[in-house]
């Protein structure tokens, strides 16, 4: 059975700091991993999806990272900003099932 | 509209009352996941329709739950006999293809509340 962690479970850093969310999960037989963003009483945005293929994707200041192999992502923000505050989930694609992780819950400071 | 659409998107309802909640998916888009997310957790899997069918209902917690995809557009999520700790924000999220292979995007979700 699936499952997916994310540390930290909270974050929080002074605005213009470049920082990392990791995720792990247990399966690596999966077909993508896919980085959401939620803000507070809203659904969930796309950030990024990577292909099991690929090893990263690309969108502004957002880099993510897949390692099918040793079951970890990596989402790297460049020079965040207060507009970055929100939950980033994590969530592994396989079959008919998207797992997802708890979230990480990321506060920028001015 | 462009994205998956909810509605309504709050409902309150008495204990023991039937609820429906409605979703729009993209248009073309043949999969349908509804998730349940309960505060400070991630999405939780119901059910996944491919088309018309339901492909993995695995994720329902009881019978009192149900949903259809008729026409394999549209979807509803029906809970009977409702309790408190249905409580929740579901959402709902389409895809091109299954089989978790195409990117999934999410509607704004119902936040039910059962009193």
């Known amino acids: 059975k699936q499952e997916v962690t994310q540390i930290p479970a909270a974050l929080s850093v002074p605005e213009g700091e470049n920082l990392v969310l990791n995720c792990s999960f247990t399966d690596s037989a999966i077909y993508n991993l896919q980085w959401f963003r939620q803000d507070p009483g809203k659904g969930l945005t796309s950030l990024l999806l990577?292909?099991?293929?690929?090893r990263e994707q690309t969108s502004g200041r957002l880099n993510a990272s897949l390692d099918k192999s040793s079951g970890r992502s990596t989402l790297y923000i460049a020079a965040s900003q207060p507009g970055d505050s929100a939950t980033y989930l994590c969530a592994a694609n396989r079959d008919d099932k998207i797992i997802f992780g708890k979230g990480t819950r990321l506060h920028i400071l001015p | 509209g462009a994205g998956v659409s909810q509605t309504p998107s709050n409902k309150v309802t008495e204990k023991g009352k039937y609820v429906e909640l409605r979703c729009d998916p993209i248009s073309g888009h043949t999969a349908l996941y509804w998730y349940r997310q309960s505060l400070g957790q991630g999405p939780e899997f119901l059910i996944y329709f491919q088309g018309t069918g339901a492909a993995d209902d695995s994720g329902l917690p009881n019978d009192r739950f149900f949903a259809v995809r008729p026409e394999g557009s549209v979807s509803t999520l029906k809970i009977q006999r409702t309790e408190r700790g249905d409580s929740a924000v579901y959402l709902c999220?389409?895809?091109?293809?299954?089989?978790?292979?195409?990117?999934?995007?999410f509607g704004q979700g119902t936040r039910l509340t059962v009193v």
């Open positions: 990577i292909q099991s293929s690929q």
């Open positions: 999220a389409s895809s091109l293809q299954g089989g978790g292979r195409t990117e999934a995007f």
